[in-house]
């Protein structure tokens, strides 16, 4: 009953994204104009606000953010239309340079990619513009040839074509610019209304998903207007100095561009790099060109833009790409430059709306495994390069100690109850145990070679003062890790052998393959002549097989030091302590940190 269940709301689920998929598309029309006031009111609210703290009306401080914001969009796009009418005319004077470029990176393409492009090229120059555009001939089968020829378009249908789009866009526009200045005027009415329909009694969390919406949004446009705006601005100053024609278009168009995700810059770049060739005798303006775009990518994306906001829009890059994608097929050109923003509210909304977590895991940029169970999902998946990558990358930024204690002892942990529980064959048990202990045998050998390295420079200048663990250590004095069962409790006794870092020490750790018994490991204590005896034991079975251990050992050796050490053991170890048994030389922990520490204390005492 439960699949079917799980079954029916999958395809409630999907039918429902069918439908609101639908609905945006076929509603784009009304929902793109709204949706451009929203986020420009996003965009402006900010300003409001600070006017009317300083004791600025609110509809005051609405007309003249909106007139100031709305002047200076409107002064953009006038420039950009005179510098367009002024280039157009200019055009045929840069064909005859641009194609005799083309020619030379033609000529040169096809000297180094050899006879194949240079025949391809021939076939391609052969080709008459003539015979291509000759009407087809009758044969004998047809030998007359139909020709369909339209009626001349009325005067009316001239009129509709050309200004159609032009009023379409005014018409467009102006609705934005008024939805724009009622958002702004009653945004805090909007708000209430839109916490009561949406919240259904869930106020508080309507109420912090709207402000985090409002805020991640707010800043996101702020700070990727501003960051536009100075590589625009760059850019015309650039292909000023180079000696680019119309230099303020292409800054413009830059700054616009530039909103569209990862794409925009180099469609911006495009334009000017083919201008600058056309109006170069050599290729220096090209070279140029190409350079400026580069060096103010690599700054604006390493400097300037971690500087203002630091990318911290939540979405990952994949996420970013896809949305993209996804909002330029629902809505066109517009889609592609909503993309982001919108895509930032819908994090927001998966973060805060339990039914729709889906969108958080789908779009942030979060890892949705932990440092463990990445690991571990990487051994299990028998990738081990990448599970040796991850761990390089976890040692870079915690110590040795932390990373086995979060990383390396949960996922032996883990190996060990899913095997025990059948839900991982022997032979990837197999695997994941090798690259464990691989990946313990190359840290250790990676320690000793820095240990070795430290020693040769403490004998060259030798340290003036030692530390406690230096001034504690006796000569001679064993610690002994001994595995409770298999071969899991053996590597952790591996780690745990690598973090006791105690001068004078010998550590040594007791094989199980070479010991089939828990007697065996009795008499291996005795003939290593032990001060201190670590137990090693992981789950599933942890605490029954260092019980065993641990009453043969103190059977035998009653003053022995004992440290039992159950790994990744949740919860408090009282239960743990009553079963195993407890006395003034046993100690129980959890962690190699807590094994090491009262190591540590019974070598000092």
């Known amino acids: 009953m439960a699949p079917t269940d799980h079954l029916a709301k999958s395809a409630r689920v999907l039918a429902s994204i069918a439908v609101i998929v639908a609905a945006l598309y076929l509603a784009k029309g009304v929902l793109v104009p709204i949706t451009l006031a929203v986020l420009l009111s996003f965009l402006l609210s900010p300003v409001c606000d600070w ?3 300083h004791r600025l009306g609110r509809v005051p401080a609405v007309v003249v953010t909106a007139l100031v914001g709305f002047t200076v969009l409107g002064g953009a796009t006038w420039m950009a239309a005179v510098q367009v009418s002024d280039l157009a005319p200019r055009m045929p004077e840069y064909e ?5 470029k083309l ?7 096809g000297a180094t990619l050899g006879t194949v492009t240079r025949t391809a090229q021939g076939m391609s120059e052969n080709l008459s513009p003539v015979e291509l555009a ?4 009758g044969t004998k089968e047809w030998p007359y040839s139909v020709r369909i020829i339209s009626s001349p378009a009325s005067p009316l249908q001239i009129f509709g074509n050309m200004f159609g789009t032009v009023l379409q866009v005014l018409g467009s526009v102006g609705v934005v610019i008024i939805l724009v200045v009622f958002f702004l005027v009653r945004r805090d009415d909007l708000r209430d209304r839109f916490i009561l329909l949406v919240g259904q009694g869930q106020v508080s969390l309507t109420t912090q998903m709207l402000e985090d919406a409002g805020t991640r949004v707010s800043r996101y446009l702020a700070a990727a207007f ?3 705006a100075i590589f625009g601005t760059a850019v015309g100053v650039g292909l000023y100095l180079i000696g680019v024609p119309n230099p303020i278009l292409w800054g413009l168009l830059a700054t616009i561009l530039r909103f569209i995700p990862y794409l925009g810059p180099w469609l911006a770049a495009a334009m000017p790099i083919g201008l600058s060739m056309a109006i170069s005798g050599d290729w220096m303006a090209p070279g140029l060109t190409i350079g400026l775009f580069v060096v103010l990518e690599l700054v604006t994306n390493n400097a300037l833009e971690p500087w203002l906001y630091g990318k911290k829009t939540g979405v990952s890059a994949v996420a970013v790409l896809l949305a993209a994608v996804f909002w330029t097929w629902l809505w066109g050109v517009v889609g592609l430059l909503l993309a982001t923003p919108l895509s930032v509210c819908l994090l927001v909304v998966g973060r805060h709306v339990p039914q729709l977590s889906f969108l958080n895991t789908l779009l942030g940029d979060t890892p949705v495994f932990e440092p463990t169970k990445r690991v571990y999902q990487r051994l299990l998946a028998g990738d081990d390069e990448e599970a040796a990558e991850l761990l390089d990358e976890y040692f870079e930024h915690a110590p040795l100690v932390e990373v086995y204690d979060t990383v390396l002892i949960p996922a032996l942990v883990s190996a060990e109850t899913h ?3 059948g839900e991982i064959e022997e032979s990837r048990h197999k695997f994941i145990l090798q690259t464990l202990k691989s990946m ?3 840290r250790g050998e990676r320690k000793q070679e820095l240990q070795e390295k430290e020693s040769n420079e403490d004998k060259k200048e030798p340290a003036a003062d030692s530390s406690i663990a230096d001034r504690a250590g006796r000569p001679g004095l064993c610690v002994l890790c001994l595995p409770a069962h298999g071969e899991g409790d053996e590597l952790a006794g591996m780690m745990l052998a690598q973090i006791v870092n105690i001068r004078g020490c010998v550590v040594e750790i007791a094989p199980t393959a070479a010991m089939a018994a828990a007697s065996e490991l009795v008499d291996y204590v005795e003939r290593r002549k032990a001060d201190v005896v670590c137990i090693s034991a992981a789950p599933p079975a942890a605490v029954a097989h260092a019980r065993r251990l641990r009453m043969r050992l103190r059977r035998r050796f009653p003053e022995l030091n004992l440290v039992v050490g159950l790994w990744n053991s949740p ?5 743990a302590k009553e079963r195993i048994g407890s006395d003034p030389r046993t100690q129980i922990v959890a962690t190699l940190a807590g094994a090491q520490e009262q190591i540590r204390r019974l070598v000092e005492a």
Do not use: C, F, H
Not at 134 to 137: C, D, R
Not at 571 to 575: F, S, V
């Open 134 to 137: 000759k009407a087809p001939q």
């Open 571 to 575: 919860g408090d170890l009282t239960e």
């Open 440 to 442: 313990i045998q190359e």
């Open 96 to 100: 005859t340079n641009l194609r005799a």
């Open 419 to 421: 095997w025990r529980r």
């Open 226 to 228: 501003m960051v536009n």
């Open 103 to 109: 020619q030379s990176a033609n000529a040169y393409v």
């Open 51 to 53: 006017l009317e703290q």
